[in-house]
């Protein structure tokens, strides 16, 4: 059985994370570089231990955010390169395009060393497939469902809950604007903003004074295994981003049952179904935003059947429903060939099914 160098973000834990783990839990060697809290200590983290230990293992499996992770992304990948070890690369971030088109050659040139690309659904492939790049196909983002308690909502408080950080492409001022629309006629709603601080932080808490909002509560970066206690004191969840990729937080939810309001941008039109599992407004507009809550508060069956939907969805996005996609990508069964490609079919996302063949 192949050994497994896995490269990611290990704070807070991302995908690789968790596939790490789960294959290291049956048996598989694996390790794990990513761990150091801040950008620079990543780099020089796996910048060192790349060349360290990539040539003890058979399999580099590497998460690739671009941006500036992209540059000791680049250095693991090209080590693997240089050793001739079997390259699995997974793209993960909703601004891959733009990354590509702002350096292209560098980034071409770093996307063709895998073996393997994959992407967690349709959004991304279609995006960067459109450019020219190889996307050899997809293999979903999922979640540890037994951590994550389903309660189903149906008569619902007006208690809502924000996950997302304060950078401005999460987008947190309109979450906060929705609220003070809902306030106005539940004087006594609740707001929970978690998420790690940023550029809009101060922001945020001067729109809570000028907008004389009650009850808004900033929890800062909330851990993994705190998620589905927060997420059971709450029964509405707003998902603000102006830009999306497949975002676990959805994942989290549905299978906590929150009823998910959320802008229709990037892959989220991939991933969520409209009034299904979710409630889809547009990007910035926070009235509608409001407008869809109303109606949550006061359609107990549109409560209800979202609820279930999205609890529904998640089980069809756990690592037992993945693994043997990943053992094939990772050759974990001594395949003999190196071309094994992920095709769209229709099981696990709102219109793709996953599956792999040689």
């Known amino acids: 059985m192949n050994s497994i160098l896995v490269v990611t973000h290990c704070i807070p834990p991302q995908q690789g994370s968790l596939i790490a783990e789960h294959l290291g839990q049956s048996g598989v060697q694996v390790r794990v570089l990513g761990k150091a809290k801040s950008s620079w200590g990543r780099l020089l983290e796996i910048v060192f231990y790349s060349l360290l230990l990539v040539p003890r293992y058979d399999v580099l499996l590497v998460d690739l955010f671009g941006l500036r992770a992209f540059v000791y992304e680049s250095v693991a ?21 733009d990354f590509v088109e702002r350096w292209p050659r560098w980034t071409r040139f770093i996307l063709s060393q895998p073996n393997l690309v994959l992407v967690p659904h349709y959004f991304l492939k279609k995006q960067l497939s459109t450019i020219g790049l190889r996307i050899d196909g997809m293999i979903p983002n999922f979640v540890k469902l037994e951590n994550y308690r389903f309660r189903e909502r149906s008569v619902l408080s007006p208690r809502f ?3 997302r950080g304060m950078h401005p492409f999460y987008n947190a001022p309109m979450a906060l604007r929705a609220f003070a629309l809902v306030q106005q006629e539940y004087p006594n709603a609740q707001l929970t903003m978690a998420g790690k601080e940023g550029e809009d932080s101060d922001d945020c808490r001067s729109l809570v004074q000028s907008l004389k909002l009650r009850n808004v509560h900033f929890r800062g970066i909330v851990p993994k295994k705190d998620i589905p206690g927060l997420a059971d004191k709450h029964d509405i969840y707003l998902h603000t981003n102006r830009v999306d990729n497949m975002p676990v937080s ?27 599992d979710g409630i889809f407004v547009k990007s910035e507009d926070y009235e509608a935003m409001a407008d869809a809550c109303f109606e949550l508060l006061s359609n107990n069956e549109l409560a209800k059947t979202l609820s279930c939907n999205g609890r529904e969805r998640a089980l069809g996005l756990t690592w037992e429903r993945v693994k043997p996609l990943w053992e094939e990508a990772l050759l974990l069964h001594n395949q003999t060939t190196t071309d094994i490609h992920v095709d769209r079919t229709d099981m696990m996302l709102s219109s793709e099914r996953v599956t792999l063949k040689e």
Do not use: D
């Open 161 to 163: 809950l924000y996950l």
């Open 77 to 97: 990948i090209l080590c693997a390169r240089l050793w001739r070890k079997r390259i699995v690369a997974v793209l993960r971030n909703g601004f891959m395009r």
């Open 250 to 276: 959805i994942i989290e939810m549905w299978a906590c049952g929150l009823p998910i309001v959320c802008t229709n941008v990037g892959g989220m039109r991939y991933l969520v179904r409209n009034g299904i």
